[in-house]
């Protein structure tokens, strides 16, 4: 569900000159999930101080995004920007915010990570399961974490169909609807 919304925002502009810059900008991030999660790879647990620190910087990245954005007026160039920050703060919040729900939780490391496939990059969790970073079991259920993430797209493209159908107003009872039944899961997740 988090990752639906970074989707969201990344390409809010979809077939304008700006796309490859917002759908890019996210996996400036990888810098820290790719490095974190190796050094935490390597201690058999999530570095909490690491990904804490990152999820604060995630918090404040997007906080001031949304202020950038409600500010914009229709300034193209400011609305650019503060997608741009959104992008990357955000992604950093689903990554390491769920990482770090997950560990609360009680979940071992290479449990964690493949519960949270769907806000790291499937295709570096990939290599990373792969090449065998988090244990031969990761490497048997290598097929099943890569298709995860692709499970919301039909609500996502649905949503995106509804968005265009109303001249770029979004169904805001389905948003809502699906981050309830969103929370829901991580809470029941987080308590069964």
């Not at 295709?123 to 298709?147: D, K, S, Y």
């Amino acid at each position: 569900m988090v990752i639906s919304m970074v989707r969201v925002s990344t390409t809010f502009v979809a077939g304008t000159r700006y796309s490859p810059i917002l759908i890019n900008i996210p996996f400036i991030g990888h810098i820290f999930v790719f490095s974190i999660l190796a050094a935490s790879a390597t201690t058999g647990k999530l570095i909490l101080s690491y990904s804490s620190a990152v999820l604060v910087v995630g918090l404040v990245l997007t906080w001031f995004a949304l202020n950038n954005l409600r500010k914009a007026n229709g300034r193209e160039t400011q609305e650019i920007r503060g997608l741009m920050l959104f992008s990357l703060g955000w992604q950093l919040v689903a990554v390491f915010g769920g990482q770090l729900i997950i560990t609360i939780s009680g979940m071992n490391l290479s449990e964690a990570v493949m519960a949270n496939s769907s806000a790291i990059s499937h295709f570096g969790l990939f290599a990373t399961i792969q090449g065998c970073m988090f244990g031969e079991q990761a490497v048997l259920m290598i097929a099943f974490v890569f298709a995860m993430p692709f499970l919301v797209h039909p609500l996502v493209f649905g949503i995106f169909g509804k968005t265009a159908e109303n001249n770029g107003i979004m169904p805001v009872r389905i948003v809502y609807f699906l981050t309830l039944l969103g929370a829901a899961g991580v809470l029941y997740a987080m308590i069964g």
